[in-house]
């Protein structure tokens, strides 16, 4: 018996033939298809073309963002422990440290009441993240980080896509970072991006991303190398491929579609796993386009619950072990982390990609209430 898997990336022969031409161009550094997929993201967006700066990875995004905003040596960095482990190790990379801070219980993204407490003359930046289902309260952590003059990361990995309040995530924030992993949103097997307001950050990005070298950009997209050029401050080898620029390009031509496929799932499990005793369901953002479906399994059975899933065919995960309970990070500055210990007890991720027929999720709906009601 095969198992229904939690992710599983939406590829089609549109996504193949793209790799194919791409390899068979021969161009395979930052070229054509990079700046393409650019252009694509600030289209559907809604943003200057210029100020989209595609990388390898979300992580790379979030570490570009650090180095923008002046994060170095001895600052502090508030984040919800309730968070990817790829967000503190980019603090630390800096010789910074991460901040702990609590979340609210209903979305699980960073609680802006929690964050002012924590501030130190040492603060550097807030880094909210918008998670599953949910979309971070941006106005209000906004309105605490404008009061302190600390910079804002928004690090929407789990929303692009999503709308918070009518805008388009990417369209508002000061600095938001994307990751386009092999399960996220979209992918383009690995990357990411960050979205600037400031046109001399989206420079000092381009220059980054490839060792700090300011190289000329047109010269690059035109599938040409630039062999002059300075070097003014700290580089990465963070570029995206034009190989996976290329899937990114097709995977942004059926955004619409992955988006709703994702939605029907995510609907079909709010209305058909409702008023089980025991399982607590995620706050559904109807603007988001959904990553993960998150629930939570109370009364000490989670491991149980996970066991019974994979008994009965059907694969769940666990997004995310906070942290403060790393023992890489166990003695980083936090605030009370009650809503944070106690959800982290509790949280599975149910499968939750495009391709789920009506079938599997028939099945999965099946499994998860044979559990619960015996």
């Known amino acids: 018996m095969m ?32 700046q393409e997929f650019e252009k694509k993201i ?66 699980l993204t960073i609680n802006p009441e929690a964050i002012e407490s924590l501030i130190t003359k040492k603060t550097k930046a807030i880094i909210c993240i918008d998670f599953g289902t949910s979309l971070c309260d941006y106005d209000a952590i906004k309105k ?66 490839q060792l700090g070298q300011q190289q000329n950009q047109e010269i690059l997209y035109k599938n040409e190398r630039s062999w002059t050029y300075d070097v003014s401050e700290i580089g990465f080898r963070y570029h995206l491929a034009n190989l996976h620029g290329a899937i990114g390009v097709q995977q942004m031509k059926r955004i619409e579609f992955i988006k709703m496929q994702r939605q029907r799932v995510c609907n079909f499990y709010t209305k058909t796993l409702k008023n089980l005793d025991g399982l607590a369901l995620p706050h559904v953002d109807n603007e988001i386009f959904p990553f993960i479906y998150v629930v939570r399994v109370q009364n000490g059975k989670r491991q149980d619950f996970i066991n019974y899933m994979k008994t009965h065919g059907v694969d769940t995960g666990i997004h995310w072990q906070p942290g403060h309970k790393f023992s890489f990070l166990k003695n980083e500055g936090a605030g009370p982390l009650v809503i944070t210990d106690k959800i982290s007890e509790e949280i599975v991720t149910l499968p939750t990609y495009p391709d789920l027929t009506d079938e599997e999720l028939f099945k999965v709906i099946s499994v998860i209430k044979s559990f619960f009601t015996g």
Request: glycine fraction near 8%; proline fraction near 4%.
């Open 3 to 34: 198992n229904i898997p939690v992710f599983k990336p939406n590829l089609t022969d549109n996504e193949i033939n793209a790799a194919v031409e791409a390899l068979r161009l021969g161009w395979l550094g930052p070229g054509s298809y990079v």
């Open 42 to 107: 600030a289209e559907y967006i809604g943003v200057d073309e210029k100020k989209v700066v595609a990388v390898n990875t979300g992580t790379s995004a979030v570490h570009l963002s650090l180095v923008l905003s002046g994060v170095g040596e001895g600052d502090e960095v508030i984040t919800p422990s309730f968070n990817n482990i790829a967000d503190f190790h980019a603090i630390k990379m800096l010789g910074a440290h991460p901040i702990f801070c609590d979340i609210f219980e209903d979305t």
């Open 144 to 209: 605490i980080a404008d009061k302190y003059n600390v910079s804002i990361i928004h690090d929407a990995a789990h929303a692009f896509g999503s709308k918070y309040k009518g805008q388009m995530v990417g369209s508002f924030s000061d600095i938001c970072t994307f990751s386009f992993d092999p399960v996220k949103n979209i992918t383009c097997i690995d990357g990411g991006a960050v979205i600037v307001k400031s046109l001399e950050f989206a420079q000092r990005l381009r220059a980054m991303r």
